[in-house]
């Protein structure tokens, strides 16, 4: 089984009032095709920084991203922005859904944008809708949707391109329990029919339903 992700001496400082602030220190990762890694740690040790550096959404300061085997060094923000639609699915913590776009409307958008044509788009995201038990909410607004249903949502349409990497952030961290419950079963099956996913959490019940934990701290992985 290859790498879907291969991290290598990682860092990344940041500038905070004049001062250099070490958010990742030499950070190593690697996530083979299939897996699901949860990474853990607590508030400021440096999960969230490592999944916008996978993303794409940032550059890191030294150190190697090898994402399904394209090396993000050196790619200019255009190349980067189209390896996320085409390679990566990302799941916020508070949804970030287009909140004047139906919940069919959100998923075919995010499909259309990766390059699909419309009407496969549509069709993948009545697909993705039925996958996730949400084919009766296809022509509501977010605003309608509970908590639950509005991270299932926000999962359908970071699936919509296929992505060979899922990306989480803190998913349950605004659901209540019941909502988060519901979300992280759906990982699990997400995961079971093959998909790749790296999750960062601070909570030890949600870092549970992965295979693999990695704890990290001041910017290094310390324990697996």
Excluded: C, W
């Excluded at 400082?13 to 949860?38: K, M, N, Y």
């Excluded at 440096?46 to 550096?53: A, E, V």
């Excluded at 079963?185 to 029919?193: F, K, M, Y």
């Amino acid at each position: 089984m290859g790498a879907i992700l291969d991290v290598r001496r990682l860092k990344k400082t940041f500038q905070s009032d004049g001062a250099p602030v070490r958010a990742l220190r030499g950070l190593d990762l690697t996530l083979a095709d299939g897996e699901f890694v949860a990474i853990m740690g607590p508030s400021g040790s440096g999960k969230s920084t490592l999944l916008n550096l996978v993303a794409g959404l940032d550059t890191p300061s030294d150190g190697e991203i090898e994402l399904a085997h394209i090396a993000l060094s050196g790619k200019g923000e255009g190349e980067l922005a189209r390896l996320r639609r085409e390679h990566v699915g990302i799941v916020f913590q508070y949804f970030n859904l287009l909140e004047e776009a139906t919940a069919l409307e959100n998923v075919a958008l995010a499909a259309m944008i990766a390059g699909t044509p419309r009407r496969e788009a549509e069709d993948r995201a009545r697909e993705l809708l039925d996958l996730l038990g949400l084919t009766d909410r296809a022509r509501d607004f977010p605003a309608t949707l509970s908590g639950g249903q509005r991270q299932r949502l926000a999962i359908a349409r970071a699936l919509a391109n296929r992505p060979d990497l899922l990306l989480a952030d803190e998913p349950t961290g605004a659901l209540d329990s019941e909502g988060g419950a519901e979300v992280l079963g759906l990982l699990r099956r997400l995961h079971g029919q093959g998909q790749s996913i790296l999750l960062v959490t601070h909570d030890a019940r949600v870092a549970k339903s992965a295979d693999r934990i990695e704890l990290i701290r001041d910017g290094r992985v310390v324990m697996e």
